[in-house]
């Protein structure tokens, strides 16, 4: 089974990224459950409430677009889903922020040894292998 997995990854780069992201929200929701206080003090910090609720509803949206995206299954659904959490999440975080935003901007492009650079540094590769391997397919065919 997990070779059919693999060739249907090769033949289909976007498959990997589909994946992948898969991966990162399923991460993403266990972190939460982990740290289950950690995210409500989050999102009461972000000004949400009521923050415990939000989070279970947060961790849950994780969960339902880990599951169709690793299974291939209702992918539009949550994807939809998935860019509604995150337009908001952007927004208040945005909101949230001010200007310190602009201020501290160079953390996007400067390596630096902290969870957060190193895991958008790692994103950018992951995305330019899923493009490379996107081209390197259609050169095939």
Known sequence: MCGFHMK?????????????LG?????????RIFFFQLAVDNFAWLGLQPATAL???????EFFVAT???LERKVALASGTLIALLVVAVGISLLKAGASFTQN???????AATPTNIFLHFTY???V????????RKKRQ
């Open 125 to 127: 590769l992951f995305c």
């Open 23 to 31: 991966l990162v929200f399923l991460a993403a929701g266990l972190h």
């Open 8 to 20: 249907k990854l090769r033949e289909n780069p976007l498959a990997l990224l589909r994946v992948g």
């Open 129 to 136: 292998v899923v493009v490379l391997l996107s081209v390197l």
């Open 105 to 111: 901007i160079n953390e996007l492009f400067v390596l």
């Open 68 to 70: 169709c995206y690793l």
């Open 55 to 61: 989070v279970i509803a947060t961790i849950a949206i």
